[in-house]
């Protein structure tokens, strides 16, 4: 991924205007010679609420019933993006009624009044790609009622648009970006009249970025799961408009497909959402399984990482653990020191989380989302596995990459007689402590338990000495560590048994119960939730075992297992609603 400085990443800007002017002087396209079926799926309660004026982007809510959507005043570079990117409409064409529709029309028509001229924020190539590919989908949906003149309008823009992609699409970063970009100049080079030429260098240069940017392991830099499914999504959206044209996508396109379906059905939940790491968050609810049936790929993985997580499972209990070196370099700019932590979902109920990705609520809970505090695992206080560094420009934004982080986290499998055993280390902590932090998971064949070990532990002389000097550092008082376990907020969780044990409920009716061997200091803490299309974080709680390392070697052993008269299969019917604003004012 290329290294933008605030100069160039000024100049890429306006010559994107300025190419973006020149494509709008081009000959334009007539209309369709083929038009794919909508792929896209929207979401009903947020079609409702654009129709309705409430709109909420990228955490911000704006309430403007009268008002276009291009005349409200836009929060935050985030919430204009989307905006652009068109990503709305869906939601608008899954209410489909004759209102919705024509607060689509209006507003599609609007930006091609106000920034078809090359205007605006929204001509930068991965923007772009995301808004042809909306445009096609629901181009019957645009079009429904409006005459000849508005239809020339609209192929003009969709020509303007795809000329400028066949000229700037080598500026966008490798990754997400660029894979949104090529999906949206292939769409729009098979659908439109005249606009042929752009699909070959377009199928090209989406063949040599699937086989350098999705590994071995079907895995991509960032090792953001939720991205991971955007771009299987849009590789096979990409190869079913190849196809349906009656051209062959590249063999390295469609090994691509088979690579990332089975690590997204490692990141999968047993209640079908993704493990939240390294800013992802657990996707559309049906996306996931949507996505893994149009690919249509059904092989799993039978052993060994994906993209650097470890799954083990049991029942209807699903354990999905960080269990690799985060990401590196300019890869890290959204990148978590989550390395060890894990989720467990049991059912349709996630029960341990991770607290996710806060970028939608600002930088500071951004900041704090990314540390190792806001993740399952153990942390040793004050300090992150890995820290985060100075800021550069990255995906036009100054960010903060990540450094200081693991570089060798061993992962192991193996049988127990009851179930399965997951062990994982990593020497984030070496360094500041001479520390390595080993972890066990051991799940049972039927789910019902689960039960851990957390190890601190000097590895050789050079290790000790570090702690040594730690520790004449505290007094000879040990170096405090906490082991975190961050809870569902539907989870409702109290300490029982004296304080010696606490009972998790599910709104399922089943019952966990959390313990540990009394090593540690057991509470319950105040937690939060981070999670998109919500307008400020959820509370939740998490157990927290404390204590305080005093040798070379630290042990705390923990188990969470489900009650006795909880039922192994329980009817679990309830769903909640996912789409909630919640109270504005509260």
Not at 338 to 345: K, N, P, R, W
Not at 429 to 456: N, P, Q, S
Not at 474 to 481: D, E, N, S
Request: aromatic share 8%; hydrophobic share 40%.
């Amino acid at each position: 991924m290329p290294r933008y400085d605030s100069w160039s990443a000024r100049r890429t800007g306006w010559m994107h205007r300025v190419h973006a002017w020149r494509a709008s002087r081009a000959r334009a396209a007539t209309g369709f010679k083929s038009q794919p079926e909508p792929r896209t799926i929207g979401h009903f309660a947020k079609g409702r609420q654009l129709v309705a004026g409430n709109f909420l982007f990228a955490g911000h809510l704006v309430i403007e019933p009268d008002a276009s959507v291009w005349d409200i005043d836009v929060p935050d570079d985030a919430f204009e993006q989307d905006l652009h990117g068109f990503g709305w409409l869906d939601d608008l064409a899954a209410v489909g009624d004759a209102k919705a529709c024509a607060t689509a029309q209006d507003w599609a028509f609007q930006w091609i009044d106000r920034y078809g001229p090359g205007k605006g924020p929204g001509w930068v190539p991965d923007l772009t790609g995301r808004r042809l590919m909306r445009w096609t989908h629901h181009a019957l949906f645009l079009l429904r009622g409006r005459d000849k003149v508005d239809s020339e309008k609209f192929y003009r823009s969709l020509a303007q648009q795809t000329i400028f992609l066949s000229r700037r699409w080598k500026t966008t970063h490798s990754g997400l970006p660029r894979f949104q970009t090529l999906t949206g100049l292939i769409y729009a080079g098979l659908s439109l009249e005249g606009m042929d030429a752009h699909v070959a260098p377009a199928v090209d240069a989406l063949s040599r970025d699937c086989a350098s940017q999705i590994d071995e392991q079907g895995g991509i830099l960032t090792r953001n799961p939720e991205e991971l499914l955007e771009v299987l999504s849009l590789l096979t959206w990409a190869a079913d408009a190849l196809t349906d044209s009656g051209q062959e996508p590249a063999a390295a396109h469609l090994e691509a497909i088979q690579r990332i379906a089975p690590t997204l059905r490692v990141l999968r939940h047993s209640d079908g959402g993704l493990a939240r790491f390294h800013g992802g968050g657990r996707g559309l609810e049906g996306r996931l399984d949507h996505a893994l049936a149009a690919s249509g790929v059904k092989a799993t993985r039978a052993e060994g990482l994906s993209m650097g997580y470890a799954r083990i499972s049991g029942g209807r209990t699903s354990v999905v653990v960080d269990a690799s070196v985060p990401p590196a370099g300019a890869a890290s700019y959204n990148g978590h020191a989550s390395t060890t932590a894990f989720e467990l979902t049991s059912g349709r109920r996630p029960v341990i989380v991770n607290c996710g990705s806060g970028a939608v609520f600002g930088e500071t809970w951004r900041r704090a989302g990314r540390a190792t505090p806001s993740h399952a695992t153990l942390g040793i206080d004050g300090f992150s596995s890995s820290r985060l560094g100075p800021s550069r420009w990255v995906l036009g934004r100054q960010q903060e990459l990540l450094v200081d982080a693991p570089s060798d986290v061993p992962v192991e499998w193996s049988d127990v007689p009851d179930g399965v055993r997951l062990e994982v280390a990593q020497d984030g902590y070496r360094k500041t402590h001479g520390f390595t932090h080993a972890r066990t998971f051991e799940l049972t064949f039927d789910g019902r338990a689960i039960a851990g070990e957390e190890l601190l532990a000097t590895l050789d002389d050079h290790d000790e000495r570090i702690f040594d000097t730690r520790m004449d550092e505290v007094q000879l008082q040990g170096i405090p560590f906490s082991i975190r376990f961050h809870l569902h907020p539907d989870v409702d969780a109290t300490l029982d048994l004296g304080g010696t044990a606490v009972s998790i409920a599910l709104k399922s009716g089943e019952v966990w119960v959390f313990r540990q061997d009394g090593s540690a200091e057991m509470t319950l803490e105040p937690s939060v939730y981070l999670e998109k299309g919500r307008l400020r974080p959820r509370g939740s709680q998490q157990v927290v075992l404390s204590s305080r390392a005093m040798s070379y070697a630290t042990r705390v052993r923990w188990s969470l297992a489900k009650a006795q008269e909880t039922p192994n299969a329980i009817r679990d019917l309830h769903r909640d609603d996912e789409f909630d604003l919640g109270d504005p004012h509260g």
